[in-house]
């Protein structure tokens, strides 16, 4: 997305004495999307250290890694529809499997997906989707039930959103009917008209901690990621999360090694460890979202396998529907969701 986001980076453990001389690999994910824990592990596992940074969404992604000079970073984390988009322009590296050896660990289901049919480019990280979190102290989540209520006047003023294009257009297209992968501008200049009566009552719009804002009473209704509701309700019982009648919308993030990455056999070795069955329970628990390892599944306590929140019940996804790269339609949804935090000041 065409915001100007600042780039964080934090350098987490800079150890005296690492194993491996030489810079540091430099991992680049979303906010709040990786145990610190899990990277201290990491670290005193195999000796490499960490320089982690973080980004608040795919489109301040892709933008570092079309910037002159590339991105800087040794692995990404983009989404499904980012995948593809970056290895279209030709900005992601061709993965050594042979280094991956916990790749048999995952769900053949959510393996070979168009955005990268023989995952030769990236493999699952986590995946979810995007529902309605409601204060249910400051708002009720009887009137909650479909993305089309987030327009009632009862919520107005009480709204938060992300800030991500694709995510919000994808609720207008699903009150409209539509796909959250529509490509046609008549159709999506009809989502921006619905969500410019919607701007006015949005508290606001973030996606580098959400959960906060809900937490500290700054928004009551919010169309939210699974995992940060989860995490939010583990905070405060009173939180109630909602899967939209339409469904919710759905997404992978994927781990993947840029084409200019420095380290990219350092990188393999960094997306192995997360794949281990051990590891990737670890962030599932602590994070909810769920994961694609089967391996790291089972380890998981029952609370967790069946909390519908973290993993949405297959009749959720059956009426859901997963992002998908949209080509050229991507700038036109950009442009939109900039012209209308702009003229509502968002």
């Not at 719009?205 to 919010?222: E, R, Y």
């Not at 009648?245 to 993030?253: P, Q």
């Not at 084409?259 to 329970?281: C, I, N, Q, T, W």
Request: glycine fraction near 8%; proline fraction near 8%.
């Amino acid at each position: 997305m065409p915001l100007k986001c600042a780039w964080l980076a934090a350098a987490l453990l800079a150890l005296a004495v690492p194993a491996r001389a030489g810079e540091a690999l430099r991992v680049c994910n979303w906010t709040n999307y990786l145990p610190d824990s899990v990277l201290a592990d990491f670290t005193r596992d195999t000796g490499i250290r960490v320089d982690y940074a973080t980004y608040e969404g795919n489109e301040e992604l892709l933008d570092r890694m079309r910037a002159p000079g590339g991105s800087g970073c040794d692995v990404v984390v983009p989404s499904s529809y980012a995948v593809q988009q970056l290895r279209n322009d030709g900005l992601l590296a061709k993965l050594d499997k042979g280094r991956l050896g916990n790749l048999k660990n995952l769900d053949p289901d959510l393996m070979g997906k168009p955005f990268d049919p023989g995952n030769d480019y990236s493999i699952p990280y986590l995946w979810g989707g995007t529902g309605i979190l409601v204060d249910t102290s400051r708002a009720d989540p009887r009137l909650a039930t479909s993305w089309a209520d987030l327009w009632r006047p009862q919520f107005k003023g009480l709204l938060l959103l992300p800030d991500d294009p694709r995510e919000v257009f994808g609720i207008a297209l699903r009150t409209l009917g539509r796909s959250v992968n529509e490509k046609d501008p008549a159709v999506l200049g009809q989502a921006a008209g619905k969500l410019a009566a919607l701007m006015p009552g949005v508290r606001a719009v973030d996606s580098a901690n959400p959960k906060a804002l809900v937490l500290s009473g700054q928004a009551a209704v919010a169309a939210m990621w699974n995992g940060e509701a989860y995490q939010a309700q583990l905070e405060n019982p009173l939180l109630e999360f909602v899967w939209p009648k339409e469904g919710g919308i759905m997404w992978m993030d994927c781990l993947a090694v840029p084409k200019a990455a420095a380290r990219p056999g350092e990188a393999h070795v960094f997306m192995d460890y997360l794949l281990r069955p051990e590891v990737a329970a670890r962030i599932s628990l602590e994070l909810g979202y769920a994961t694609p390892s089967r391996a790291a599944f089972v380890r998981l306590p029952q609370a967790l396998q069946y909390n519908w929140v973290a993993y949405p019940p297959r009749d959720v996804v059956r009426r859901s529907e997963f992002q998908e790269f949209v080509g050229p339609a991507a700038a036109l949804y950009e442009k939109h969701w900039s012209d209308l935090r702009q003229r509502a000041g968002k």
